[in-house]
């Protein structure tokens, strides 16, 4: 890693970079062995494109702006599986039309990175950071039973660590992996520490790749099942496979919970708002705390249902209408009370704002407790 260079720049151990959150991103990637990116232009994510024009051809790797979303995603998935570590990125209506080969790439069992710098919407919306993106990366965003990983970076130290991860869990799942951004987090500036990327050990071997049949019987990937039975016994291997992830792949982080009478649930740049109000509440001696789930899928249920059970309130936060609400609904089962606060339509929380509607939840809360 210390002779690796971005952009010219040695990586130098134990040295922090100075980046944007997009541009972190992209070199995360091609540190991790990505080389291959095909992609379209659309704010707020166009540094990653234009980054990777540049950095794709220093390692060796193909760069191609594809004339839509739809080429993009298609590219990828023929890179994939040709064998490529392969990624390309967009923001929400960009990732709307990516839909139906994302799907393709599940069945098929490809592993791709797809990083989504989330904007306002519904339509074209507007270009400010936005969250209404959870159901659509979430909940397979297109057609038939499938899932992808979803990671939620709240600084860029998480950018990079999470691209690379992204690329590894991918390869070793054999499944699409989604970088779940926002207009924030992928414009703005931070120092971070450029970790060293460490291939696993026990990454299983590419035994599927179409790289030519010499000496070996033919391969085939595909999406399409006709065979009586086909289609489930496919659809039920890939069940198999999500539920082992639900075990093994949740990631959540946590502040002061261990006396918390409230705690707020929120993720990406609405957990890093809403943790400098909780902070603050905390240096008043006010019992808040924070979780803040790291994979939307898999979702930390278990760490909620657990709060519940011990009688905890819960304020959810974040830049939508109510999406991740859902499933902290689930989660809590009707075991305590369930509090939302949203901002939809590309507008982003308030420090006052945030403080405020923790303030309120918290009263509430007191007040409950006394009349119980």
């Known amino acids: 890693m210390a002779q690796s260079t971005v952009m010219g720049t ?9 980046m944007k959150g997009n541009e972190a991103i992209a070199e995360a990637a091609v540190q991790a062995g990505c080389r291959f990116y095909a992609g379209y232009p ?21 760069f191609i702006q ?11 998935y023929g890179a994939s599986a040709a064998g490529a570590r392969a990624m390309t990125s967009s923001s929400s209506p960009g990732i709307s039309l990516m839909q139906e080969t994302i799907s393709f790439l599940a069945i098929a069992e490809l592993p791709a990175v797809i990083v989504n710098i989330q904007r306002g919407g519904p339509g074209l919306g507007n270009i400010t950071a936005s969250q209404a993106d959870y159901f659509q990366a979430v909940k397979g965003g297109g057609h038939g039973d499938y899932k992808c990983i979803v990671y939620s970076p709240f600084n860029l130290q998480e950018m990079w660590d999470l691209t690379m991860r992204a690329f590894d869990k991918a390869d070793e799942y054999r499944t699409p992996v989604i970088l779940l951004g926002d207009g924030v987090i992928g414009q703005m500036m931070e ?10 050990s026990k990454l299983p071997p590419k035994k599927w790749i179409l790289d030519g049949c010499t000496g070996r019987p033919p ?9 009586p039975g086909a289609l489930e016994a496919q659809n039920r291997a890939l069940i198999e496979k999500y539920q082992f992830i639900r075990r093994n792949e949740v990631i959540v982080d946590s502040y002061f919970l261990q006396d918390a009478d409230l705690v707020v649930v929120a993720y990406g740049i609405a957990a ?11 240096a008043q001696g006010k019992k808040i705390g924070l ?6 899928f898999p979702f930390p249920e278990k760490a909620l249902a657990r709060l519940a059970a011990k009688g905890r309130s819960f304020l959810v936060m974040e830049m939508n209408a109510g999406q991740m609400l859902e499933d902290v609904r689930l989660a809590v089962n009707g075991r305590s009370d369930v509090i939302f606060f949203g901002k939809p339509g590309g507008a982003v929380f308030t420090t006052e704002e945030v403080s405020g509607k923790i303030m309120t939840a918290y009263k509430r809360r007191k007040r409950s407790r006394k009349t119980t």
């Open 219 to 227: 391969r085939v990937i595909k999406t399409l099942y006709m065979g």
């Open 66 to 76: 594809a004339e839509s979303e739809i080429a993009s995603i298609n590219m990828v």
């Open 191 to 200: 120092p971070f520490l450029p970790t060293p990327y460490a291939r696993p």
């Open 272 to 282: 890093r708002i809403a943790l400098s109000a909780v902070r603050e509440f905390r």
């Open 10 to 18: 040695k990586l130098l151990k134990n040295r922090h970079l100075l």
């Open 291 to 296: 979780l803040r789930p790291v994979t939307l």
């Open 42 to 62: 659309i704010t707020p994510q166009n540094e990653i494109p234009e980054y990777m024009a540049r950095r794709m051809p220093e390692v060796g790797g193909v």
